[in-house]
Nanobody, 125 residues
Framework: QILLEESGGGSVQAGGSLRLACVAS????????YAWFRQQPGNEREGVAA???????AVADSVKDRFTIFKDTTQNTLYLQLNDLQPEYTALYFC???????????????????WGQGTQVTVSS
């Protein structure tokens, strides 16, 4: 089992950028998929971006022009670069992982069993 810890959230003005990081620790050897989700109060978790073990990515259409997912394998760290942030992107952002053999990365929260505690992103106008 692995542990996930997010960091990098904060408060920015509209148009600003943030880089979120998710460090995976523990027994990280395995066919793990990783993903980023966000959740606003009263809403379900929404898949933002995901990455397969081979580096294949999937990004939600709503953010594909602003968000980029990438990883540093040597540091067991997954990143989410958020650019041109807008107030509607304010949410708690989570990192998630699943040991699986999918055809492609998935963006549904129900497919992931391992979660971090989340990092808050607040965007002011």
């Amino acid at each position: 089992q692995i542990l996930l810890e997010e960091s990098g959230g904060g408060s920015v003005q509209a148009g600003g950028s943030l880089r979120l990081a998710c460090v995976a620790s523990g027994y990280t050897t395995g066919h793990y998929y990783y993903a980023w989700f966000r959740q606003q109060p009263g809403n379900e978790r929404e898949g933002v971006a995901a990455m397969a073990p081979d580096g294949t990515t999937a990004v939600a259409d709503s953010v594909k022009d602003r968000f980029t997912i990438f990883k540093d394998t040597t540091q067991n760290t997954l990143y989410l670069q958020l650019n041109d942030l807008q107030p509607e992107y304010t949410a708690l952002y989570f990192c998630a992982s699943a040991l699986a053999w999918w055809l492609r990365p998935k963006l549904s929260a129900s497919d992931y069993r391992l979660w971090g505690q989340g990092t808050q992103v607040t965007v002011s106008s």
